[in-house]
């Protein structure tokens, strides 16, 4: 994700996060949701409404509870000098797995990350 279009991401308040064509998904430093797009929410068959204040790690997206997600997302919040970092991941979802690139991005408060999920250009 270029960087231009990351810096316009972390300005956007919670409701604006609809209008992306990506998933959006912001938590904090336990990894509680404050936000979840509608576009995620269709991409996991998930409602916005059953996902908001509960663990993204635990109850939502457990397959991220790994080392190579939610240890880097930990890695990450922990360093200074990282606003942002991608990298590609699977969804093994049950109704259609899906690859996708994760871009995490360092919320203007510092104490939450946007989660942006984009489908992967392989599919």
């Known amino acids: 994700m270029e960087k231009e279009r990351l810096w316009r991401l972390a300005d956007l308040a919670p409701d604006q996060l609809d209008e992306l064509p990506l998933g959006a998904v912001v938590i904090d430093r336990n990894g509680t949701i404050s936000a979840y ?3 995620e929410a269709e991409m996991a068959r998930l409602d916005a409404k059953r996902v908001i204040g509960r663990n993204f790690f635990r109850d939502i997206a457990p397959c991220t509870a790994v ?3 939610e240890g880097r997302m930990r890695d990450f919040m922990r360093s200074k000098e990282h606003v942002s970092e991608s990298f590609d991941y699977f969804f093994p ?3 259609a797995p899906v690859d996708v690139t994760i871009t995490f ?3 203007p408060d510092r104490k939450s990350i946007l989660i942006a999920i984009e489908r992967s250009r392989k599919e």
């Open 93 to 95: 979802f049950a109704h």
């Open 105 to 107: 991005l360092k919320m």
């Open 37 to 39: 797009n509608s576009y």
């Open 67 to 69: 080392k190579e997600f």
